[in-house]
C-alpha cells in the first residue's frame, strides 16, 4: 500500500529510494507513470494532473514524458534488439532509428541490432531496456531495481549509464532499490518506510 502525504522531484534532480522487497516502492513508480491511478490525490507529471485522464490519454503523457526501466526488461520476444527500441518510440514523436541505433551503440550494443532477446545476456537485456526508455528523450525517468539481475560489474555500468545519460539530458531520475551499494552514490537517498506515512512527507 502506498500513503504518501507528497512526493516531489525536480527537474534534473537524482533521488534513490530505499527499500526491501514487497514495501511498496514499484507501485509508488507505477503510480508516478500512470499504470496505476489513485485512489485520493493528485499525481501531477511535467505539470499535468494524471487522476482525470482516462488509459489512453495517460499513454500519451507517459510517451512523451518518462522513461521506465522495469526490474524484469519487458523486451518483446518476437522483436530484434533495434525493434524494441523503435517500437518504445512508436507512442511518442515517432520512430527514429539513427537516434535508436545510436542508443544502442551507446550502451554497447552497436554489434546486436539485429538480435533477438533471447540470444542476448541477461545484462543486455537490461541495457536494450534502458536504450528503450531514453528513445523519447524522456523529462522523467523511473528505474525499478535496474540492477537486480545483474552482476556487479554490469550493475555498476548499468547505473552509470543511467545517471551519465539522464544527466546529459536533463532529465530527472528516481531510482528504487534494496542494494545498499547502487544507492551509496546518490546524494539523496530516502527510506520509502518513512515516506509512506499518511503524516510523513517531503
Not at 62 to 75: D, E, K, P
Not at 179 to 188: I, N, Q, S
Request: hydrophobic share 40%; proline share 4%.
Amino acid at each position: 500500500m502506498v500513503n504518501l502525504a507528497s512526493f516531489r522531484l525536480l527537474a534534473g534532480e537524482q533521488r534513490a529510494l530505499r527499500g526491501e522487497s514487497g514495501c511498496g516502492k514499484t507501485t509508488l513508480l507505477n503510480l508516478i507513470a500512470g499504470l496505476l491511478r489513485p485512489d485520493a490525490g493528485q499525481i501531477r507529471l511535467a505539470g499535468q494532473d494524471l487522476s482525470p485522464l482516462s488509459e489512453a490519454q495517460r499513454d500519451r503523457v507517459r510517451a512523451r514524458t518518462l522513461g521506465y526501466v522495469f526490474q524484469s526488461f519487458h523486451l518483446l520476444p518476437g522483436h530484434t534488439c533495434l525493434e524494441n527500441v523503435l517500437l518504445g518510440m512508436a507512442f511518442g514523436p515517432g520512430e527514429d532509428r539513427a537516434r535508436a541505433a545510436a542508443l544502442l551503440e551507446r550502451v554497447g550494443l552497436g554489434h546486436r541490432l539485429a538480435h533477438w532477446p533471447r540470444q542476448l545476456s541477461t545484462g543486455q537485456q537490461q541495457r536494450v531496456a534502458v536504450a528503450r526508455a531514453l528513445a523519447n528523450r524522456p523529462q522523467l525517468v523511473l528505474a525499478d531495481e535496474p540492477t537486480g539481475n545483474l552482476d556487479r560489474v554490469n550493475a555498476r555500468e548499468v547505473l552509470a549509464l543511467i545517471r551519465d545519460t539522464c544527466r546529459e539530458a536533463g532529465a530527472a531520475l528516481l531510482l528504487v532499490s534494496h542494494d545498499p551499494e547502487m544507492l551509496a552514490g546518490f546524494d539523496t537517498v530516502q527510506s520509502f518506510d518513512e515516506l509512506n506515512r499518511p503524516e510523513g512527507g517531503t
